[in-house]
């Protein structure tokens, strides 16, 4: 059975829609055992600064099952270019939830633009749904960049085991 996130992910490529998985939960994909699984509470979706793709976006969540907000208010209807471009401008964040699922669609991760990430992307096949991650490299980058006292924990807490793995990575390259 697929969960429900493979289940959007699933949607989110049926609609073209074109992201990368960050934060934690991007991280959990380079875990080589499962006491190296992060705990988190959402999933990271970096978007493009693309009102058409905020829009595919959405739609693959509503399909999936799950409700929008920004902010604490539901979005905004109609769901239109007119609001997909301002939520862009504004980098504003979008959650969508639901199906016990909480996943985050931003604009924004520290330090990187989109096609960066992008272009140093790798896929995972998990369940037969091919996920594209950020690198971990990038991940780390960006969590030490933002500096919040959430991600100054992770990164504190884990520091071995990130260093260890990224240098087995720089070793095998």
Known sequence: ????????????????????????????????SAGLIFVTQDRDIFLPPDASNARRAWRA???????????????DRP????????????????????????????????????????NGRRAFLLKGVRIPVARLSHIVAS??????????????THEEALRAFLESRRRSR
Request: with cysteine.
């Open 61 to 75: 969540c509503e399909a999936s099952g799950l409700e929008l907000f920004c902010g604490d208010e539901p979005l």
């Open 143 to 156: 969590k030490a960049r933002a500096g919040r006292p959430k991600d100054r924990l992770f990164l504190a």
């Open 1 to 32: 059975m697929v969960d429900a996130f493979h289940g959007l992910v699933r949607e989110l490529r049926r609609q073209r829609v074109r992201f990368v998985v960050i934060g934690v939960s991007g991280a959990n994909y380079y875990a080589e």
């Open 79 to 118: 769901r239109d270019s007119l609001l997909a471009r301002e939520i862009v401008k504004r980098r504003a964040l979008v959650r969508a939830t639901g199906r016990g699922l909480d996943v985050d669609l931003t604009f924004v991760m520290a330090g990187f633009e989109f096609e960066v990430v992008w």
